[in-house]
């Protein structure tokens, strides 16, 4: 589990691709001590476990199902990508809860300024506007934000000056894929009331049961 607060930044030193497989070689470009083998990291908020590390490096392996579903696959040597550690039982929920488990992949539309910070809006597949709520939580790129407005397929953040500074989305264009979670309270939400709406007609509205009968049958 983890909280979407980017610890800092890290620069891929290697990339062993084995097939639909591959090894990731991460430089931290921050202290990041005590690291421990089978811990998880989130790399652009994938969760990824610890094989091999030494002073301020650290190896991952990323599975076929992992690629297919992230834009890890497109890192290269020198990427910059986020990083936080797993949360720990005490610490401060700075921003959500983030499983690292992404959903799917968004795609950078537009950027603008607005004061000191930027807004940037991104299109995402249709089958997941249900979980992106106006002022709820989305995770880009392991990136905690609040989403300002959203549409069936797009959602639009507003990125102050820090954030800029402390993760790697000052280098995203129009164009640029990122790895999206949507809020993990709204699909256990979505995954508890799908059968009882499908129960009473689908398509996300239940169908009304108030009938003549029903009304007599409680005294009307």
Not at 55 to 78: D, I, M, P, R
Not at 84 to 99: I, P, Q
Request: hydrophobic share 40%.
């Amino acid at each position: 589990m983890f909280t979407g607060l980017i610890q800092g930044k890290g620069r891929i030193e290697a990339v062993e691709a084995r097939g639909a497989e591959t090894r990731l070689k991460i430089r931290t470009l921050f202290d990041l001590p005590q690291i421990v083998p089978g811990e998880s990291i989130a790399v652009n908020g994938a969760c990824l476990t610890v094989e091999t590390f030494g002073e301020n490096w650290f190896t991952v392996y990323a599975s076929a199902e992992t690629l297919t579903h992230t834009s890890l696959g497109a890192l290269k040597t020198g990427s910059l990508v986020n990083l936080e550690r797993a949360l720990a039982l005490g610490d401060r929920l700075g921003g959500h809860m983030v499983s690292g488990h992404v959903d799917c992949l968004a795609t950078v539309a537009d950027i603008k300024p607005a004061g000191e910070s930027r807004v940037y809006t991104l299109s995402f597949p249709a089958e997941y506007g249900a979980l992106v709520v106006p002022k709820g939580s989305v995770t880009l790129d392991g990136i905690s934000l609040t989403v300002n407005d959203c549409g069936p397929e797009s959602l639009s953040v507003n990125i102050i000056p820090a954030t800029q500074q402390g993760t790697t989305i000052s280098g995203w264009t129009p164009g640029t894929r990122v790895n999206m979670e949507t809020d993990l309270i709204g699909k256990y939400v979505q995954s508890m009331l799908g059968p009882w709406l499908a129960a009473r007609g689908g398509g996300g509205k239940p169908a009304s049961t108030l009938s003549m009968d029903f009304l007599r049958e409680h005294g009307f």
